[in-house]
């Protein structure tokens, strides 16, 4: 069964470095999202991107957060400059064309220090 | 805007036991409907989810859903769980009327099922 995969599994770097945390959704795919979970809290929507483009972003996702499509298979989160509140479980999702369901990935651990 | 409420943070339930997990939301417009499940040191996983038609839906391991209108609630239930069953299951929403679909998720139950 196809599924979304993220790599890394766990991050940890220096608050104010850059990090990329990478995804590969399901292949047949067209809408990606990330969300995050800080420990403790809920899941919450970061951003959606359709069609090379992002379709929608939260409040969170402010002028540190960028994503880009770089080929035809991955999607990629960057974090400009991490902050000590950035440290979270960072998912990646995506689902079709004709469907509403997401399909998540694991998750990767984001630990700034 | 929408928002989603699960109204316990914990439920532990013996083996075999019965469990409901309990979601309202709030929407000014109409949803779609799912619940997904964290397994321990995993992604979230869909077990259900409401589009339209019947209002009680199925899902994997057991799992069913009724989709109330009136009372904005998409409860949880499993008839007998097992000790497989034990992770956090989250509610979560998304505004038909909006292509993106972004998910607006409930804050989890974490179920705990003991022997």
């Known amino acids: 069964e196809p599924e979304v995969t993220q790599t890394p599994s766990h991050q940890v770097t220096q608050m104010g470095q850059e990090v990329i945390l990478r995804c590969v959704p399901i292949s047949n795919h067209l809408y990606f999202y990330w969300y995050r979970q800080i420990l403790g809290q809920k899941v919450e929507f970061l951003v959606s991107f359709y069609n090379n483009e992002i379709s929608e972003k939260s409040e969170i996702f402010d002028d540190q957060f960028s994503v880009e499509r770089p080929d035809g298979s991955n999607f990629t989160l960057k974090i400009r400059s991490t902050k000590l509140e950035d440290s979270a479980m960072y998912f990646c999702?995506?689902?079709?064309?004709?469907?509403?369901?997401?399909?998540f990935g694991p998750g990767t651990r984001l630990t700034v220090t | 805007a929408q928002s989603v409420t699960q109204l316990d943070s914990q439920v532990p339930v013996f083996e075999e036991a019965p469990v409901e997990l309990r979601c309202n939301y709030s929407?000014?417009?109409?949803?779609?409907l799912f619940w997904y499940v964290q397994y321990p040191n995993q992604g979230l996983q869909l077990l259900l989810k409401?589009?339209?038609?019947?209002?009680l839906v199925k899902g994997i391991n057991g799992f069913e859903a009724e989709f109330n209108k009136s009372q904005t609630s998409f409860h949880l239930r499993k008839p007998s769980v097992h000790i497989s069953d034990t992770a956090e299951y989250f509610c979560a929403v998304s505004d038909r009327n909006n292509q993106g679909g972004k998910l607006i998720f409930g804050q989890g139950t974490e179920l705990s099922v003991k022997p």
């Open positions: 999702a995506s689902r079709g064309q004709a469907t509403y369901e997401q399909y």
């Open positions: 409401y589009l339209s038609g019947s209002t």
């Open positions: 929407s000014s417009v109409s949803v779609y």
